[in-house]
Nanobody, 122 residues
Framework: QVTLEESGGGAVQAGGSLRLSCVASGLGYRSACLGWFREAPGKGRETVAEIDTDGTIRYADSVKGRFTISKDNAKNTLYLQMNSLKPEDTAMYYC????????????????WGQGTQVTVSS
């Protein structure tokens, strides 16, 4: 059974930083594309960052230069360092795993966690 558990969300002021963490279990950690997507009311789902099975890292244009994704294979943990946060970054952030890139949409076999809320005030 695949489980993904996020932590690290919270409330910050614009310009601040947060680091999200996601502990993954029950999947072929090294053979999955891992990443983060977010959902905000009225904005739909957006994948913000991912690390593909070959190590390729991709970011949504909206977060390039501000967010950094990384993973610690020894700890089966995925991270998202978010700097220079903006009010428009306010959303529920989900850690996800899929068979391949999900930058443009999650596949039918994708799994994700319960999410962690990020709120950025102006």
């Amino acid at each position: 059974q695949v489980t993904l558990e996020e932590s690290g969300g919270g409330a910050v002021q614009a310009g601040g930083s947060l680091r999200l963490s996601c502990v993954a279990s029950g999947l072929g950690y090294r053979s999955a594309c891992l990443g983060w997507f977010r959902e905000a009311p009225g904005k739909g789902r957006e994948t913000v960052a991912e690390i593909d099975t070959d190590g390729t890292i991709r970011y949504a244009d909206s977060v390039k230069g501000r967010f950094t994704i990384s993973k610690d294979n020894a700890k089966n943990t995925l991270y998202l360092q978010m700097n220079s946060l903006k009010p428009e970054d306010t959303a529920m952030y989900y850690c996800a795993a899929d068979r391949s890139s999900f930058l443009y949409g999650l596949g039918s076999l994708a799994r994700w966690g319960q999410g962690t809320q990020v709120t950025v005030s102006s």
